[in-house]
């Protein structure tokens, strides 16, 4: 049996529907690289988890690599400041990129950055004030205007920094990145730094409430998956093994992945392991339905998960959104449903959004943010009261299925 290309909970070796999201980026480099300034305001693509946004700053990392930029990644954290993680993934990267003794006084000015600021036993959730703070904002900015400048004296094209759980991130922090930005745009000769972010929903108000010119931000979307991405997920890795997935089988995990991306990595590895394919092989509906219960217990254990973490509160928002149905459900009717009013339920709904378990889906409506939620929250209260479950309860998608095999598909939806 050869080894399973599918990879649920980290980045897959194929990343499927993203191409313009990627196209995104990679403009954005290029207009730095081409004008030798910066990659002017924040790039931020947002959207719920298991939709592959770290995925998608990974692939657009290497990409920028392959394309001749000097890359640094970091993630958001309320723990700990930037600027000494900031420091330590670009000495990481000076030194991958081996420039020798040409990044001897970059390499130095980074060590004394951590050095300085990396200091260790510092308060979960609280920022440091004064001095520190000062520090660590200017550290951010000359950490990230000395590391552009180098890039472009050295033959690269600039510096692409890569945020993700950019929400996360210290309000000092977001500030200081932000900051950095409008000043790096302003200079008359030019800074090469563009930086890409990665998080919640809650960034469209995370990034203004750190600067009100963070309104400049180019905000992405990213959403559920088409039809004809899933089928390139799946099939496109198993091909590079020298295994085939039939029609039949494709259409089966298609339909029950409802587009989101961490269901299909799942039913994926879940089918393969069914299957147990050597070279030549071929997935069959059957190796589908036998790896779809386990991406379903897989899945149940993510939703047992994420209402466990819930409040009381929360929880009976979440329950009673499950019982107006799988689709987008009516503020009014979801006040209706706990008895109260619009405005009593307001702080529990932000709450919830800020968690990336529901968001607004139109006017006054809200949704799910994943597949097959609602279904599960259903069934669970039925378990705890000891009611039957009904014959079919399976959670409708909320995107239009695909087409039988050689049927007219539409329109192409991917993104």
Known sequence: MLASPYAPGSSPGYLAGRGRELDDIRNRLARMSALGRS???????????????????????RDARRAGYLTV?????????MAPDLARSLTEEVRRESFGERAKGLLHKLDKVQVELGVPGAKVGVEMAGPTAALNTAAIESTLEDAGRFARHHDRGGLAVFVDEFQEARLGDRRSLLIALQHFDGAPDGCPVAVVAAGLPSMLGAVPEAATFGERTKFVEVGLLSDVAVAEALRFPAQELGVSWSDDAIFEAVT????????????GEGSWEAARPDVGGRIEVGHVRQGLYAADQQMATLFRSRVAKATGPQRRFLAAMADLGDGPVARADLAARLETSTTSISQVRQ???????????????????IPGFAGFLRREARRETGQAPPALDAPSPIRSLPQRPGADPGPDSST
């Open 39 to 61: 990659g002017g305001p924040l790039l931020a693509f947002y959207g719920s988890r298991g939709l592959g946004k770290t995925s998608l700053l990974r692939e657009a990392q």
């Open 73 to 81: 990644w970091v993630t958001g954290r309320d723990d700990v400041d």
């Open 256 to 267: 029950a992945s409802h587009g989101y991306p961490h269901r299909a990595q799942l039913i």
């Open 351 to 369: 709450e919830l959004i800020d968690r990336g378990l529901i968001e607004p889906a139109g006017y006054g409506e809200l949704r799910f943010t």
